[in-house]
């Protein structure tokens, strides 16, 4: 369970984040991984090196380091969700020339040397991404993509039994199950929502009159299933207010996902564990600047790319996202 979207403030910056929900018990953690990063692909021992530096939020375990979300500094950004009973991978090298990439590292590979949207589409054709098991869960985790630049271009690419296919994202949210083209085509079914207060209806000799405000939303789904957090996303970060600054945009990206986040024991899984939202983060793709925020906690951090050694021959990590509340006295 994840919710992604991208925004866009009045000055023109872009913002890329996500919600990470998550029924396995994780330990997010801040890293730079600097240009000309030298890796071993866990798949088959090859070492790749990146083009670009970038910040993002992963987590190592057992000597694997994953990542979930980031941004280079190029200004391209993406993200990995679950996408359960949809994604199919292959299952090893073939014959056809592609470079094999695992799906735990994927989201790597592509914040490493795409500078755009327009060049991961290039890219994709020449890539094979093949399962591979992660610590965390043992298993190849079923994932889908999506990725934005500073151009506002967005897309989504999803490994199914129909190949690896990629599609433009102009309304801008992922959720998670089912594929993409169906998230949009179910919005069709909310075409009465609104943020417009309804009028008076006559029933005969009956006049009725709304419970007060937001009558025009009550169509909205209200729970925690992926078309549900998709339609209530797509539908708030399309009405409301254009902020005018980067500040107003940040909060404005936190106040939308706060519609999805999850509080840990409204859902459980068929394990008997809480799926929740472990954290919350936006990037302001034009400036390579993190905000995020962990479910323990209740400021909103911040960490940017920019003012470190960006020529580093290791990966520079800033530690676990904080847990711990933040409460102002007055």
């Known amino acids: 369970?994840?919710?992604?979207?991208?925004?866009?403030?009045?000055?023109?910056?872009?913002?890329?984040?996500?919600?990470?929900?998550?029924?396995?018990?994780?330990?997010?953690?801040?890293?730079?991984?600097?240009?000309?990063?030298?890796?071993?692909?866990?798949?088959?021992?090859?070492?790749?090196?990146?083009?670009?530096?970038?910040i993002t939020i992963g987590q190592e375990e057992a000597g694997m380091l994953g990542f979930f979300d980031g941004v280079n500094e190029n200004g391209f950004a993406a993200a990995a969700l679950y996408f359960t009973g949809y994604a199919e991978y292959g299952t090893g090298p073939d014959n056809s020339g592609k470079e094999p990439i695992s799906s735990l590292e994927f989201l790597h590979f592509i914040l490493g040397r795409c500078g755009s949207v327009e060049e991961l589409k290039g890219m994709l054709p020449h890539v094979a991404?093949?399962?591979?098991?992660?610590?965390?869960t043992q298993t190849a985790a079923p994932l889908h993509w999506i990725a934005a630049d500073r151009s506002g271009a967005c897309i989504v690419m999803e490994p199914t039994g129909r190949g690896f296919q990629l599609f433009d994202n102009p309304i801008g949210v992922l959720a998670n199950s089912p594929a993409f083209p169906w998230q949009v085509t179910n919005l069709r079914n909310?075409?009465?929502?609104?943020?417009?207060?309804?009028?008076?209806?006559?029933?005969?000799?009956?006049?009725?009159?709304?419970?007060?405000?937001?009558?025009?939303?009550?169509?909205?789904?209200g729970g925690y299933t992926s078309p549900e957090r998709f339609v209530r996303t797509a539908f708030q970060k399309t009405h409301v207010l254009q902020p005018e600054n980067v500040n107003e945009a940040v909060v404005t990206c936190f106040h939308i996902m706060d519609s999805v986040t999850v509080p840990k024991g409204a859902v459980v899984t068929d394990r008997g564990t809480y799926d929740y939202t472990q954290y919350t983060a936006f990037s302001n793709i034009d400036t390579c600047e993190y905000f995020f925020k962990a479910y323990g906690g209740s400021a909103i951090e911040t960490a940017g790319l920019w003012g470190h050694d960006l020529n580093a021959d290791h990966i520079i990590c800033f530690g676990p996202l904080t847990q711990q509340p933040v409460f102002m006295r007055r």
């Open 129 to 136: 991404i093949i399962g591979l098991p992660d610590p965390v």
């Open 190 to 221: 909310y075409m009465g929502v609104s943020p417009e207060q309804e009028s008076q209806a006559d029933w005969g000799k009956v006049k009725l009159t709304p419970f007060g405000q937001a009558a025009g939303t009550r169509l909205l789904p």
């Open 1 to 54: 369970m994840c919710t992604a979207i991208t925004f866009q403030c009045g000055q023109m910056q872009n913002f890329f984040g996500r919600t990470r929900d998550f029924s396995y018990p994780i330990d997010p953690q801040i890293f730079i991984v600097p240009k000309n990063f030298s890796w071993q692909s866990a798949l088959d021992g090859k070492i790749f090196t990146d083009s670009y530096s970038f």
